[in-house]
């Protein structure tokens, strides 16, 4: 696998009105974009801290994948992303070494990027998300 970097840590939570605050005011952090990506039922914020970028999640749909996760678990990490080049030749080599693919193929995400999932059962409990950037 060709990991280049973290990409960032994506937080699940209630309300990013209510979370930028803590972010910017707390951690004196800047919020440098807030993104909705409709097809994952989300809306995004991001923080950049150094290299690693903190996503947060906030569900536009409570039958999203974030609002259920947030149902069940609460707010909080909801998982980590790394940067790969070659994302679907990555995605075929863990499909073959065993682990189970939330997404066979790459799907376009947030800022751009192509993004893809590894179920958390076949990671040890971290949802696992693979980006790649296609104009790299």
């Known amino acids: 696998m060709n990991l280049t970097h973290i990409e960032h840590l994506g937080i699940a939570v209630k309300s990013l009105e209510t979370a930028i605050p803590y972010y910017e005011s707390v951690l004196g952090l800047k919020c440098y974009a807030i993104e909705e990506v409709a097809e994952q039922k989300v809306k995004t914020a991001f923080f950049k801290v150094g290299q690693t970028k903190i ?72 949802l696992t998300e693979l980006c790649e950037d296609p104009n790299k």
């Open 55 to 126: 996503e947060l999640l906030e569900s536009t749909d409570p039958e999203g994948p974030v609002g259920k996760f947030i149902e069940k678990k609460g707010e909080g990490v909801h998982h980590i992303a790394f940067a790969v080049n070659g994302l679907q030749e990555t995605l075929d080599m863990v499909a073959d070494k065993g682990l189970t693919l939330i997404d066979k193929a790459p799907r376009k995400g947030a800022e751009g990027l192509n993004i893809a999932f590894l179920h958390p059962k076949s990671t040890f409990g971290v």
